[in-house]
Nanobody, 122 residues
Framework: QVQLVESGGGLVQAGGSLSLSCTAS????????MGWFRQAPGKEREFVAA????????RYADSLKGRFTVSRDNAKNTVYLQMTSLKFEDTAVYYC???????????????WGQGTQVTVSS
């Protein structure tokens, strides 16, 4: 079992930056590929970014490339999502997830955090 806890969400003005963290317990994070997803009100959950077990490979949603950066520190059992130039449409609940292989598909991830709210004011 893996327990994931996201933190770092909050209210930020458009154009600002925010950094999310996802800390794992119950299992060494280095054994898992990690993904970030988000869900806005009334919309389906969508892929944001993912990173391989050793951090050597990353993937991003095309619309977010250049603004979001995913990274990890396996020694701290933590994955990060750095978000810059935030837009109103980035408002959503952001979830981290752990799985076997890096993927943009939510079904590839077995474990999920409870989510953290990011609200971008226009």
């Amino acid at each position: 079992q893996v327990q994931l806890v996201e933190s770092g969400g909050g209210l930020v003005q458009a154009g600002g930056s925010l950094s999310l963290s996802c800390t794992a317990s119950g299992r060494t994070l280095s054994a898992s590929a990690m993904g970030w997803f988000r869900q806005a009100p009334g919309k389906e959950r969508e892929f944001v970014a993912a990173i391989s077990r050793n951090g050597g490979t990353t993937r991003y949603a095309d619309s977010l490339k250049g603004r979001f950066t995913v990274s990890r520190d396996n020694a701290k059992n933590t994955v990060y999502l750095q978000m810059t130039s935030l837009k109103f449409e980035d408002t959503a609940v952001y979830y981290c997830a752990a799985g076997g292989l890096i993927s943009a598909i939510s079904g590839a991830y077995a474990y999920w955090g409870q989510g953290t709210q990011v609200t971008v004011s226009s």
